[in-house]
């Protein structure tokens, strides 16, 4: 027996979208003229995945200021939206969709409405994982650079809709700097950042019980800076830098930012005490933004040779990535360092380097 249902459902989601884009225009509506290219968006959300629990993907139409038509088809469901150039995605229908298209696709269609005559982009699409999103990003939010930095805090968005919350705001400390905050395996009872200036430090929140760490000791060039924490939420891996800034009058680049003195230390939480090996603290070399493994037997980071005449040659200090074994049971460290990216040969430098979940 043929079931007519399924016979007969595209034809009628056709003669749906007809009608529902005759009801947002007016008059009859000619053939669709095409544009063999897919719209100009921002952000560029073109043929992206996605995870199913994500908020929705609000998008600007760019160029010119007039009436669109949207489209947007998947799971046996069409949304279909008229707008200007700003697409504000309603969001119960949006988690709907999002719902009945776990491991399948959205069919994204933008039209340029004219007098008579739409115009339609190349459609693109949004690919629906099966797996979800962890719920919430942690960042740091602040004015943009070479603006007063005296206004800044750490926050929480969460990804499911658009809630914004502070984790901590330098209203309350005195409007000092706060940077490098780090999480172990994403945990937010594990949690590690810096204060600057007034109350400096290093404050470690360890399952609800707060530390602050004062890291600026005889035997380190400074507070500590990038945090990794290794896996076993014991460890932490931080730099420790002679940090310095050239401002140009007259140059493409109007700020350097540049380091005399950068190590790698490894704190240990337990005992309060901090190690490290020569191949991370050399005088020769620059050791910088550390970060271990997913299995906690390798550290990653990157390397440069000092430069003797600064800041003239700041800009040329380029980092290569290196790893080096690491035993979390002695906490001790392998004799060999091994260059993975080299600088001089890939002709360029490797910075902020971080491995997958999933070690590969």
């Known amino acids: 027996m043929i079931n007519t249902n399924t016979l007969f459902a595209p034809f009628i989601r056709f003669i749906i979208t ?12 000619n053939v669709h003229s095409g544009i063999n290219s897919f719209p100009d968006i921002f952000p560029d959300y073109i043929n992206v995945t996605i995870p199913p629990n994500i908020a929705p993907l609000n998008f600007i139409i760019k160029g010119e200021k007039i009436p669109h038509f949207v489209s947007i088809e998947g799971g046996g469901r069409i949304l279909n939206l008229k707008v200007n150039n700003l697409v504000s995605l309603p969001r119960k229908k949006w988690k709907e969709l999002l719902s009945e298209s776990k491991g ?22 949004w690919y629906v994982a099966n797996e979800t999103i962890d719920s919430y990003l942690s960042y740091r939010l602040l004015e943009p650079a070479y603006a007063n930095w005296n206004r800044m805090g750490i926050y929480q968005r969460c990804l499911e809709n658009f809630n914004e919350k502070e984790i901590i705001d330098n209203d309350l400390t005195g409007g000092n700097c706060m940077n490098c905050h780090s999480f172990c395996r994403q945990n937010a009872n594990q949690m590690v950042f810096h204060m600057r200036k007034d109350n400096a430090g290093t404050y470690l929140i360890d399952n609800g019980r707060i530390t602050k760490l004062n890291t600026n000791t005889e035997y380190t060039a400074s507070h500590f800076v990038y945090p990794s924490w290794h896996p076993l939420g014991k460890l932490i891996a931080f730099t420790v830098n002679n940090t310095r800034q050239s401002f140009y009058m007259s140059n493409d680049n109007r700020l350097e930012v540049y380091d005399l003195v950068s190590d790698i230390i490894i704190y240990d939480i337990e005992k309060n005490e901090i190690f490290t090996c020569p191949q991370l603290s050399s ?19 990157c390397t440069s040779k000092s430069v003797e005449k600064l800041p003239e040659y700041a800009n040329k200090i380029v ?19 091994d260059t993975l990216i080299s600088s001089s040969r890939l002709g360029k430098g490797v910075s902020f380097a971080h491995p997958s979940p999933d070690g590969q």
Request: aromatic residues 16%; proline residues 6%.
């Open 18 to 29: 007809m009608l529902s884009i005759s009801g947002c225009s007016k008059g009859n509506i």
């Open 104 to 125: 399948d696709s959205l069919k994204v269609t933008v039209y340029k409405i004219g007098d008579k005559i739409w115009k339609q982009y190349t459609p693109f699409y």
């Open 319 to 337: 980092y290569s990535l290196c790893s080096i074994d690491f035993d979390p049971s002695t906490k001790t460290f392998g004799n060999k360092v």
């Open 283 to 301: 005088k020769d070399n620059l050791e910088i933004f550390p970060s271990f493994a997913p299995d906690g037997l390798k550290l990653f980071f």
